[in-house]
């Protein structure tokens, strides 16, 4: 599991995917920090590492990325810890389009093509 403050390769997403999951790799996006941690076999092991590093739970939003996708395919918005009804939030998925887009934004930053 680490953390991804400056910018990654896809390649990288590629390798950690062959490691794990075979096509996926668990992230989670601190959508205030602009911060995504990657690779991890649960995304409340990433949500935690993220909070241990000093994020608000309720910043973090997990999501499944698919090096070898593109488009829409590339980030799947899919994770047990987006499940917050105090947040409004009631399903699995990442319901309010503003959190999606920021999501889509801060990954594209940390994640080269």
């Known amino acids: ?10 390649a990288d ?5 062959a490691a794990t ?8 996006v601190d959508v205030d920090r602009e911060l995504l941690a990657v690779d991890g076999e649960l995304h409340s092991d990433l949500e935690a590492l993220l909070i241990d590093d ?10 499944n990325l698919y ?6 395919d590339f980030v799947e918005f899919d994770s047990m810890i987006n499940m ?20 889509l934004e801060i990954v594209a930053k940390k994640v080269r093509r």
């Open 84 to 103: 917050r009804p105090s947040q409004g939030n009631m399903s699995r998925g990442v319901e309010d389009e503003r959190i999606r887009g920021r999501i």
């Open 67 to 72: 090096p070898a996708m593109t488009g829409d």
């Open 21 to 28: 999951f075979g096509n996926m790799v668990k992230a989670v």
């Open 1 to 10: 599991m680490e953390i991804i403050s400056r910018s990654m390769e896809i």
């Open 13 to 17: 997403l590629e390798r950690m995917a």
């Open 54 to 63: 000093g994020s608000r739970q309720q910043s973090l939003w997990g999501i």
